[in-house]
């Protein structure tokens, strides 16, 4: 601010005239002298050619020599200005701008030497065009070449193609077939009666419910599905650990088999056969259960009639037996 104050207010230099003691002919020649060099500066196109070629390679160095030009293009103005006017304060500024300019391009055009010398001479420029021509006429036959290969590759890749299409289409139609008898299997499994058969996820979870398990168990599909399958046992087999030693077992031996008593969701209790098989994928890893349960309640009760009635008439008969002897 010191330097703009200083420059802007008025001082008691004198002109530059006075130097030439105002002799016409020694004031033109300076005035027409510094005009036609800052014409020059200034009619340089160096910054207009570093807008229209912004990828030349080195493209800083012109901008430094544009900023020197242009600089000294302005001390020249000011050399004419200072002839009737003593403003050196600022003509120092524009020429420490000036300097500045100068001698960071000196030293960008010092650093830049080594990197002109390395590009290459015309010669070397034409010698490098005609290898690139044999290179791409070259490349050109390869591509040829290669084109030919392609086609052929191309010819037995469209068989391949027609040979896995037919693969595939025959696959589908092995896959429909499976998958309808699948859905066969699927609604027969649904609707058996006599037989609860179900899936249990790695944690004993109920992931699938047939219209038998809900018949002999008692729960609707909605109600037992992600519920544990410990809901059928007794609260002391629960505490025993009962379900998942069967599943425990089911998973080291691939099954497990038993006749216990299992508990309907109204509380009353069945006596079941249970088979519980573990489920695995290609790679041996276990991924579920599936547990098949048959009521044998009745005829366990028919059984026990049965026994009770030949009981009696064994009893009966001895009776009679002792009876004719006495």
Aim: aromatic share 12%; with cysteine; net charge neutral.
């Amino acid at each position: 601010m010191e330097f703009f104050r200083t420059i802007s207010s008025p001082n008691d230099f004198m002109p530059h005239g006075y130097c030439y003691l105002w002799d016409p002919g020694l004031v033109w020649l300076h005035v027409i002298s510094d005009f036609l060099i800052a014409v020059a500066y200034f009619s340089i196109p160096l910054m207009y050619f570093i807008r229209k070629r912004k990828h030349v390679p080195f493209n800083w160095i012109f901008i430094c020599f544009g900023m020197f030009i242009l600089a000294c293009g302005a001390t020249h103005v000011m050399e004419i200005w200072n002839l009737w006017h003593a403003d050196y304060w600022l003509s120092g500024g524009i020429k420490v701008i000036t300097a500045l300019a100068s001698v960071a391009t000196a030293i960008l055009l010092v650093r830049l030497i080594p990197h002109a010398l390395a590009l290459p001479s015309p010669e070397a420029m034409r010698l490098e065009i005609a290898e690139r021509k044999r290179a791409q006429e070259g490349l050109g036959k390869a591509k040829d070449e290669l084109e030919i290969r392609v086609q052929e590759r191309t010819a037995k890749l469209q068989k391949a193609n027609d040979d896995l299409s037919d693969e595939i289409l025959q696959r589908n139609f092995a896959e429909e077939a499976l998958r309808r008898s699948e859905e066969r299997f699927r609604l027969l499994v649904e609707r058996v009666q006599d037989y609860a058969i179900f899936m249990l996820d790695t944690s004993g979870r109920v992931t699938t419910w047939n219209q038998g398990a809900e018949h002999i168990n008692g729960y609707t599909a909605k109600e037992i599905i992600g519920l544990h399958f410990s809901q059928f046992y007794q609260a002391a087999d629960i505490q025993l650990g009962k379900p998942e030693t069967e599943l425990q077992i089911a998973a080291a031996e691939g099954r497990f088999e038993e006749y216990g008593w299992r508990v309907r969701k109204d509380g009353s209790k069945l006596w079941a056969n249970v088979i519980i098989t573990a489920l695995r994928n290609p790679r041996g890893e276990l991924i579920g259960f599936s547990k098949i349960t048959r009521d044998l309640t009745e005829q366990m009760r028919t059984e026990a009639a049965l026994r009770g009635s030949e009981e009696q008439l064994r009893m009966a008969q001895e009776a009679s037996g002792s009876g004719a002897w006495v």
